[in-house]
């Protein structure tokens, strides 16, 4: 026999050991692996995640990441677009949290129409910075927990010694070479300060989804996302039979689209490439002018059954160490201020170069011409057939019809930076100071199925959208978006300079080529304690694995 035929011998017999050490180990079915930057951490810090997807049969590749607690009340939430099946993002986690355990979870938007799917939690155990001296703390039981595979024969982790000291460097060799890299997805390698309990208690557990009644059956969001909502009756908080649902984005580019509702009152938007948080304006209106109001209900994956907890009184050693971390936080913000990311600025294709009422017959800049004091004045005196007159306390607008040489019937379509407008008096007190420019069209428009009496649009100087505040009708708000790509490298556990303290819980955790064997170093902070290596990740077939060593920093 040749070595060819022998090499390959070898690499079967050990892709049989590999697989065979998942025999007890849970397997989820939403397609989704998620893995974090570390176990434990303290309210105000910030959790870096990275998920794989491996859900052949779904176009979808948008994430939605959420931070629940154990019954099941959304925290926190990010939407993160997938590339090439990978994505890497990060959560805050709130500095008023309370200390508890509460658990992260990955889901698709096709996965809330499917009530009984098993999905994954991972727990994060999380200490108030103001609460010290914590005597008890509920974890989760074992009962749904799934146990990570072990591989101790097939994957070696082989640090240059067992005691350290601290800020001292830490050179790892890591044993990939007797895996097969056909049979391995990801790998990645964590090396983070040890809480016993996070380690002994906490992990990944089992639970079931629950169905979600504000979903459009069967859609799966490429490149971009659902937003979704509620449209109810001002008064009596019942859903109207129809009503016309507009969102628009003022920013630039702007956008602007519609839904028409059905008796339910639910109303769907798909953004697409839209990243980033958003200035949104939503706004219904009903064919009997009923006032209705509007709700935005976000995409939360609920389970069936709340999360299994215990109590489990702490240990002083347990507890020195959460009051550690408590003091570690003080010093990290005395000395280093707030650790904050990069705002997340509004972005989004644009589609056209055109408005979405098309082109303007006309475009009018009111600094040509002399002051003018209101709208009646400027559109008497700078825009022919547009005709505004009040009588009788009431305000109508008509355009002139260019192709018939007579006025609509209807009022026009009216909007105020890209967002549309229905109440005439918003106009009134509007003068040439306060306009940058005035675009109209004198002819019927059409706007998907919609059909317009002309277009009258006008953009002001001020764009904060300030003539939005209290104004009936209105819903004005912040959307988060997409979440923007950002940049998890060593810089981001790098270490401190001599002079500043240094304390870092998490040293290294990056992505490793399975295959090969890989030698990593990092640098330890000033805090002393356990501290782990870990290689994680998950096998073709959809198999979390894991092996460990522990180091220790005196």
Known sequence: MNMNFYKQILGLLFSVLFLSGFAQTGKTESGLFFFTDRDFGMSGDTVWFKVIMKNGESKSNVVHVQLSDATNHTIASVKKK???????GYLHVPDSLSSGVYFLSAFLYEHLSKPGLQVEKKSLFVYNRFQRDLPELLIPSSENKLEETVLNQQLSIKPNKKTYAVREKVTVEIGLGA??????DQVVVKSSLVDDLARQAGGRFLATSAGSSLVVPHFQEMDGFILSGKVTKTDS??????????????????????????????????????VGVGDAVIQAISEDDTELQTKIETSVLNTQKPMPMQKQNLSPKQIDFINALADAGFIKRLFLGEYTIPSQEFSMPEKFAIPVYGH????????????????????RELLPGVQYRTRRGNTTLRLLNWNENAYFENEPFKLINGVPVFKNRLFASLGSTDVDHI???????????????????????????RWLAHQPGFTLLSV????????TDKQLFAESKKHIPDLRTVFIWSKLKPGENQKIDFTLSDLKGKVEIAVEGVTKDGQIFKHSEIIEVK
């Open 480 to 487: 988060p978006l997409l979440q923007p790509e950002q940049n």
């Open 439 to 465: 675009e109209y069209a004198m002819e019927d428009r059409l706007f998907g199925d919609l059909r317009f009496s002309g277009i009258l649009a006008l953009y002001l100087k001020d764009k904060s959208n």
């Open 237 to 274: 908080g019942e859903s109207p039979e129809k009503a016309l649902v507009f969102l628009s984005l003022p920013e630039n580019p702007r956008y602007l689209d519609y839904y028409v509702t059905g008796n339910d009152g639910y109303f769907h938007f798909f953004l697409q490439n839209a």
């Open 179 to 184: 895996i097969h890299p056909d049979e391995i």
């Open 82 to 88: 997938c590339t090439e099946n990978l994505t890497e």
């Open 360 to 379: 303007p017959q006309r475009t009018v800049d009111p600094d040509e011409f002399y002051e003018l004091n209101d709208f009646r004045e400027i559109s």
